[in-house]
């Protein structure tokens, strides 16, 4: 597997199906971390408990519940900010630009275009977020074709 380099025109080696499933599942990831970091608090609010003292484990699990409230109106966004993210990866597959390196320059372009659209977004989630999303989509690629990761000797 190379850093940069792919089969030349790796796109016809992958079919929509294939995309459909790997960015499915990059967007299923980040609702679920965000759903279990928010679930916590959630339940803890619906317990029914008498207002007092809140207690100090709850009070380090509202933290992550913030960080999950991001991640979780990231991913909902995600649903359709991510499809801008498909012609250009597509267009690095068909160039023979699909390695991993090109990925993650890819995803670190979709974080700063998040953070345009969305000012209220703060950039270092989003970008760990669009980074790890970017390699969930290279991985599931690759684990469905590796045919059209492997680029020709020259």
Same mark, same amino acid.
């Given at each position: 597997?190379?850093?940069?380099?792919?089969?030349?025109?790796?796109?016809?080696?992958?079919?929509?199906?294939?995309?459909?499933?790997?960015?499915?599942?990059?967007?299923? +990831?980040?609702?679920?971390?965000?759903?279990?970091?928010?679930?916590?608090?959630?339940?803890?609010?619906?317990?029914?408990?008498?207002?007092?003292?809140?207690?100090?484990?709850?009070?380090?699990?509202? @933290?992550?519940?913030?960080?999950?409230?991001?991640?979780?109106?990231?991913?909902?966004?995600?649903?359709?900010?991510?499809?801008?993210?498909?012609?250009?990866?597509?267009?690095?597959?068909?160039?023979?630009?699909?390695?991993?390196?090109?990925?993650?320059?890819?995803?670190?372009?979709?974080?700063?275009?998040?953070?345009?659209?969305?000012?209220?977004?703060?950039? @270092?989630?989003?970008?760990?977020?669009?980074?790890?999303?970017?390699?969930?989509?290279? +991985?599931?690629?690759?684990?469905?074709?590796?045919?059209?990761?492997?680029?020709?000797?020259?």
């Amino acid at each position: 597997m190379a850093a940069f380099r792919s089969a030349r025109r790796g796109d016809r080696h992958l079919r929509w199906h294939d995309w459909l499933i790997a960015y499915g599942v990059a967007w299923l +990831t980040f609702l679920v971390i965000g759903l279990l970091l928010v679930l916590p608090l959630v339940t803890y609010l619906f317990s029914g408990d008498e207002p007092g003292p809140v207690p100090p484990i709850i009070e380090s699990v509202m @933290d992550l519940t913030a960080f999950g409230a991001v991640i979780l109106s990231i991913t909902f966004f995600r649903a359709w900010m991510f499809l801008p993210s498909l012609p250009f990866l597509w267009l690095a597959m068909r160039l023979g630009l699909g390695g991993w390196i090109s990925f993650v320059l890819l995803g670190l372009g979709y974080a700063c275009l998040v953070v345009l659209v969305f000012e209220y977004m703060p950039f @270092d989630i989003t970008a760990a977020m669009a980074l790890a999303g970017a390699l969930v989509v290279r +991985t599931l690629l690759g684990y469905e074709r590796p045919e059209a990761f492997i680029p020709m000797p020259r």
